[in-house]
C-alpha cells in the first residue's frame, strides 16, 4: 500500500503497482545518469575557462614580438 506524501518531498511516492515501480527505476536512472553528466560537463567547462584564463595571463607577460610570431605564422595557415 503506497503511503502518502512528505511535505517538501521531491520525488515519488512509494509505488503500488509494478508499473508504477518501473518508472520509478527508470526515473532514478535518468536522474542519476543526469547528474554525472552535468557534473563531466561542468568539470569540462572548468578546465577550460581555468586554462583559457591561465594561458591569457601568462601570454600578457610575453614581449609583443614573441606574441606576434605566435599568433601569425604564414607556412602554417598554407598548411
Not at 508499473?19 to 568539470?43: D, F, K, R
Not at 567547462?45 to 614580438?65: E, G, I, N
Request: aromatic share 12%; charged share 15%; hydrophobic share 50%.
Amino acid at each position: 500500500m503506497a503511503d502518502a506524501p512528505a511535505f517538501g518531498q521531491l520525488g515519488f511516492q512509494d509505488p503500488a503497482t509494478e508499473n508504477l515501480y518501473a518508472v520509478s527505476i527508470l526515473h532514478h536512472s535518468i536522474s542519476q545518469w543526469l547528474v554525472a553528466i552535468l557534473c563531466l560537463v561542468g568539470g569540462l567547462l572548468y578546465a577550460v575557462l581555468h586554462d583559457h584564463y591561465f594561458h591569457r595571463a601568462v601570454k600578457a607577460l610575453r614581449p609583443y614580438r614573441e606574441r606576434l610570431t605566435l599568433t601569425e605564422d604564414a607556412a602554417l595557415e598554407f598548411g
